[in-house]
């Protein structure tokens, strides 16, 4: 299977600060990037679309202010949670794919663990 | 609402035996359906797919079923090992809905040797 990483791995910050996590896809050219957050003990939940060179597409509920995407190329999303508090402490996994991956296969990161203090 | 229900309860079984885990889902058409794995602290890897107009599909270990009229997956690994010790998820993709997934909570499976 394709690669996918993510940075950093885990991340502790104070709350009021911004908080940015990349995603990479290592060995193929990802058109599209999604972005989900998992709470323990519950299933991803689909925060956001990125398709290369446009903007974002959020899901319901999700603030596109508070929650930067930015997929500036074919091998990168970022997304940037911004005057991060406590409640934003989660599992945030990125997911590609693309053309050459039959866009029917996600491929997903390792995940970044975000503790708000 | 679409809904998509997993098992909640950690399926507990014994190493050689087989797992059965269920994936039911109600106001949903969805394409085509996926099985993934995920450990704890780890981001999901895909194991299958099956699509609207497959009734079975297997992989070394695992079978995959998709029933659009039950509106059910039912998911088997065969002569389970305790290195299959994770959570499974399952995952749908409405037809128009291209390419965003929806996950079920996920089923825990622990083999004991």
């Known amino acids: 299977g394709a690669v996918v990483s993510q940075h950093p791995s885990w991340v502790i910050c104070k709350s009021g600060t911004s908080v940015k996590i990349e995603c990479r896809s290592l060995?193929?050219?990802?058109?599209?990037m999604f972005w989900y957050r998992q709470f323990p003990k519950q299933s991803l939940m689909l925060m956001a679309t990125?398709?290369?060179?446009?903007?974002?597409?959020?899901e319901q509920g999700v603030e596109k202010d508070k929650f930067l995407i930015n997929h500036a190329s074919l091998t990168l999303s970022t997304l940037t949670v911004t005057s991060a508090h406590p409640e934003d402490s989660s599992f945030y996994i990125c997911?590609?794919?693309?053309?050459?991956?039959?866009?029917?296969?996600?491929?997903f990161g390792p995940g970044t663990r975000l503790t708000v203090l | 609402s679409q809904k998509i229900e997993q098992n909640s309860e950690a399926l507990n079984i014994q190493e050689g035996k087989t797992a059965t885990l269920t994936c039911n889902y109600t106001?949903?058409?969805?394409?085509?359906l996926q099985w993934y794995r995920q450990d704890p602290g780890r981001g999901p890897v895909f194991l299958l797919l099956?699509?609207?107009?497959?009734k079975e599909k297997r992989k070394e270990r695992l079978k995959v079923t998709f029933d659009t009229t039950l509106k059910q997956s039912l998911f088997h690994i065969t002569a389970s090992q305790p290195a299959d010790s994770a959570t499974y998820l399952c995952?749908?993709?409405?037809?128009?809905?291209?390419?965003?997934?929806?996950f079920g909570a996920g089923t825990q499976v622990v083999v004991t040797p």
């Open positions: 099956i699509r609207e107009n497959e």
């Open positions: 990125s398709n290369e060179g446009s903007k974002a597409t959020y």
């Open positions: 995952a749908l993709v409405g037809p128009d809905s291209w390419g965003k997934l929806q």
């Open positions: 060995d193929f050219q990802a058109t599209t």
């Open positions: 997911s590609a794919t693309g053309q050459s991956r039959g866009y029917n296969e996600q491929f």
């Open positions: 106001n949903y058409s969805p394409a085509y």
